[in-house]
Nanobody, 115 residues
Framework: QVQLVESGGGLVQPGGSLRLSCAAS????????MGWSRQAPGKEREFVAS???????YYADSVKGRFTFSRDNAKNTAYLQMNSLEPEDTAVYYC?????????WGQGTQVTVSS
């Protein structure tokens, strides 16, 4: 099992930036990929970004060019740099980690984009 703890959420104005962090603990040596998903009020959870251990990253079309996913494997930490934030980015953001085909989820961190 892998435990994930997100941080860095908050309230930001449109056009602003935030950086989310995800600290992994437990069976981290088994992690094959990590990612971020989000769920806005009244909507289904959706994919945001992911990265395999080889380093290739993937992004949802809605965040391409604005969000950047990175990992510090030495610290077992993943980051999501979010720039040019829009009100539509308001959601609870969840960190994920895949180990042996099983996905673990963090508790989520709230991001609110509003003036």
């Amino acid at each position: 099992q892998v435990q994930l703890v997100e941080s860095g959420g908050g309230l930001v104005q449109p056009g602003g930036s935030l950086r989310l962090s995800c600290a992994a603990s437990g069976r981290t040596f088994g992690i094959r990929s990590m990612g971020w998903s989000r769920q806005a009020p009244g909507k289904e959870r959706e994919f945001v970004a992911s990265m395999r251990n080889a380093g290739t990253s993937y992004y949802a079309d809605s965040v391409k060019g604005r969000f950047t996913f990175s990992r510090d494997n030495a610290k077992n930490t993943a980051y999501l740099q979010m720039n040019s934030l829009e009100p539509e980015d308001t959601a609870v953001y969840y960190c994920t980690a895949d180990v042996d085909g099983v996905r673990s989820w963090g508790q989520g961190t709230q991001v609110t984009v509003s003036s």
